[in-house]
Every structure is written in C-alpha cells, then in structure tokens.
C-alpha cells in the first residue's frame, strides 16, 4: 500500500510541476509530440482519479475530481477530434502564436490547483 501512496505522491508532484511549466511557457512540447503522447494524459487522470478515490475522498468534496476527470475524459476522448481539444492542445505546444488569456489558461490553472492540492494534502494529511 504504502509503494501506490508514494507512486500516487510523485506522480501529483510530476504533474504539477509538469502543467506549471506550461503554463508559464518554460517548457513547451512541440504539436507533433502532444498529438502522439495521449498516454501521458490518460496517466494524469488515471492518477487524480486514484489519488481522490484511495485517499483523498474523505477530505475533500468529490466536485474537484468530477469536473477533473469529466474534463479529462472529454479531452482522451476527443484528443485528435474535437474543436477544444485542439485548441488546448495547440495552446500548450510551441507553434502556438496566438493569445495567451483564453479558456486553456483557466484549465491548466484548474489542472496545476488540482494536482498541487492533491500533494499537499497527500503529504500532510
């Protein structure tokens, strides 16, 4: 148990270092990588979804992860499909030149708040 609590710790941290430096454009994936990297993004729902269900559900209110997930699984779903999915995805990329404030900024800054909050309480709870 203790080797998934540690698994789950680090992956929360990967992820909210991961979606920082994106969000604040220090690293940025090329398109061609984040259209052929799905994985990656099944993995952070995968672990959120964990984290909430194996610890964290009885601290927190369970709307932070439905509306993470239901983004998540929206975006797997959609990856190479939809209008929004996309949009983020060329958002996150470095061909982007487009503006920076939009709705992509608002749910990476969800997703950082999510993964960060996961963490913290992962740590000291």
């Not at 269900?53 to 709307?63: G, M, N, Q, R, S």
């Amino acid at each position: 148990m203790f080797l998934i609590y540690y698994i789950l710790f680090f992956s929360e941290i990967f992820h909210s270092i991961g979606h920082s430096l994106v969000l604040l454009r220090i690293y940025r994936p090329s398109d061609h990588w984040l259209k052929s990297h799905i994985v990656y993004f099944v993995w952070d729902a995968l672990s959120a979804f964990l984290t909430y269900t194996y610890y964290l559900h009885k601290v927190l209110p369970i709307y932070y992860e439905l509306i993470h997930i239901i983004l998540h699984i929206y975006f797997v779903l959609t990856w190479n499909k939809s209008k929004y999915s996309i949009q983020i995805r060329e958002w996150s990329s470095k061909e982007y030149i487009g503006p920076y404030i939009s709705i992509n900024l608002l749910l990476t800054i969800y997703d950082v708040f999510i993964h960060s909050l996961y963490s913290y309480y992962l740590y000291f709870v």
